[in-house]
Antibody, heavy 121, light 113 residues
């Protein structure tokens, strides 16, 4: 059974940093691209970042470029999202999601339950 | 960026009746090389993560009931629920994965009339 479990969310002041983690199990982690997708309270879905199987390639939405870094540790079957210079508009549930097949350009076939990040003073 | 526009924002349908959701992309998401439309549909129930229903515009994910169907090509797509059931109450999103960033429609809330 495929499982994605996020952790690391919480309340953080504007300008602060937070590191999210996503632990994967039930599939061959090294074969899949992974992404983070967020959802602001009561709003729609926004893709945030993705990472290639070996970590050699990343993509980011413009609004987080230079502030967020996505990484992975294949030995731990985990992906991470380092979030710096956080802003109120980064407040959202952050979901970890698996890409179908082995390329970036695929739908997201498994999602974690999400972790809530609240940026507020 | 490719902008995805869904309509309507919400709809109320009687049990057993058909629900139709539209999604329009600002650019063609049909890739000429493989003739596939890079378009997916997701269902999200309150308090839950999204669930993949349809990919390649018309292929049902394993385990998705056959009352859900996807159609369309290039820039215009439709998700149809042929006979609405109580468990189908949810918000539905379309998403293109043709380009980066992947982008989602604004969502359509489906309720029981």
């Amino acid at each position: 059974e495929v499982r994605l479990v996020e952790s690391g969310g919480g309340l953080i002041q504007p300008g602060g940093s937070l590191r999210l983690s996503c632990a994967a199990s039930g599939f061959t982690f090294t074969k899949q691209w992974m992404s983070w997708v967020r959802q602001a309270p009561g709003k729609g879905l926004e893709w945030v970042a993705s990472i290639k199987q070996d970590g050699s390639e990343n993509f980011y939405v413009d609004s987080v470029k230079g502030r967020f870094i996505m990484s992975r540790d294949n030995a731990k079957n985990s992906v991470y999202l380092q979030m710096d210079s956080l802003r109120a508009e980064d407040t959202a549930i952050y979901y970890c999601a698996r890409h179908q097949e082995d390329t970036n350009y695929r739908a997201f076939d498994y999602w974690g339950q999400g972790t809530l990040v609240t940026v507020s003073s | 960026d490719i902008v995805m526009t869904q309509s309507p924002d919400s709809l109320a349908v009687s049990l057993g009746e058909r629900a139709t959701i539209n999604c329009k992309s600002s650019q063609n998401v049909l890739y000429d090389h493989n003739k596939k439309n890079y378009l997916a549909w997701y269902q999200q129930k309150p308090g839950q993560p999204p669930k993949l229903l349809i990919y390649w515009a018309s292929i049902r994910e394993i385990g998705v009931p056959d009352r859900f169907s996807g159609s369309g090509s290039e820039t215009d797509f439709t998700l149809t629920i042929s006979s609405l059931q109580p468990e189908d109450v949810a918000v539905y999103y379309c998403q293109q994965y043709y380009g980066t960033p992947a982008t989602f429609g604004g969502g359509t809330k489906v309720e029981i009339k």
